[in-house]
């Protein structure tokens, strides 16, 4: 069974400073990556997706992560925070056979901002 | 253009009773997902559907927990004899295209069992 690992249940960072939430997965094959964000009481919104073509993703917001596959990890990264990052982080993973559809989320990652 | 709907936004019952919680896809999306996100278990797959059918139901807790999708479009996700540990924030994303497409997940119903 494909899972998530998200290192660091809260995270708090100064104003901007660099952004780095941790994502490792463990899957046989490379699976489908994805951020996804939470801002409270809403729903969940995507910030990007590793789909096995360029390593290096970008998304909205100014956030990317690069796939690495000899580390098993898919990285979130934002050069500079700011105040309206302040929310929940969710890496997921979706295997790439057809027919098995279903997100596996870690357990999220809360991210802080200091002023 | 309008996105996932979800009601109630809220709802709140007392232990043994039934509920419904409905989900409004994007119009023309064929694939719908039910998930559930409570403190204790983090986000959790239920069931999902493509078009009218339901392919993958492993996520259902119990037999307690059953969906629907009419029309390939609403669909609803029936509790029966409500339990506390059911209290939940209930989330549906609808999907098209390709799988490895996104997945646009709606505002979520909170469920309260007292």
């Known amino acids: 069974a494909q899972s998530v690992t998200q290192l660091g249940s809260h995270v708090s960072v100064s104003e901007g400073a660099l952004v780095l939430l941790r994502c490792n997965y463990s899957s046989s094959v490379p699976p489908y990556l994805f951020w996804y964000v939470q801002y409270p009481n809403q729903g969940l919104q995507l910030l990007l997706k590793y789909t096995s073509a360029a390593t290096l993703v970008k998304g909205i917001n100014g956030f990317e992560a690069e796939f690495k596959k000899s580390e098993t990890s898919f990285h979130l990264t934002k050069p500079s925070a700011h105040m309206s990052d302040a929310a929940e982080y969710f890496c997921?993973?979706?295997?790439?056979?057809?027919?098995?559809?279903?997100?596996?989320f870690g357990t999220g990652t809360r991210l802080t901002i200091i002023p | 253009g309008a996105g996932v709907s979800q009601s109630p936004s809220n709802k709140v019952t007392e232990k043994g009773k039934d509920v419904e919680l409905r989900c409004d896809p994007i119009s023309g999306h064929t694939a719908l997902y039910w998930y559930r996100q409570s403190l204790g278990q983090g986000l959790e797959f239920l069931i999902y559907?493509?078009?009218?059918?339901?392919?993958?139901k492993s996520g259902l807790p119990s037999d307690r927990f059953s969906a629907e999708r009419t029309g390939g479009s609403v669909s609803t996700l029936t509790i029966q004899r409500t339990q506390q540990e059911d209290s939940a924030v209930y989330l549906c994303?609808?999907?098209?295209?390709?799988?490895?497409?996104?997945?646009?997940f709606g505002p979520g119903t909170r469920l309260t069992v007292l």
């Open positions: 997921a993973v979706r295997p790439l056979l057809t027919g098995n559809e279903k997100l596996t």
């Open positions: 559907f493509q078009g009218n059918s339901a392919p993958d």
């Open positions: 994303a609808s999907r098209t295209g390709g799988s490895y497409n996104e997945q646009f």
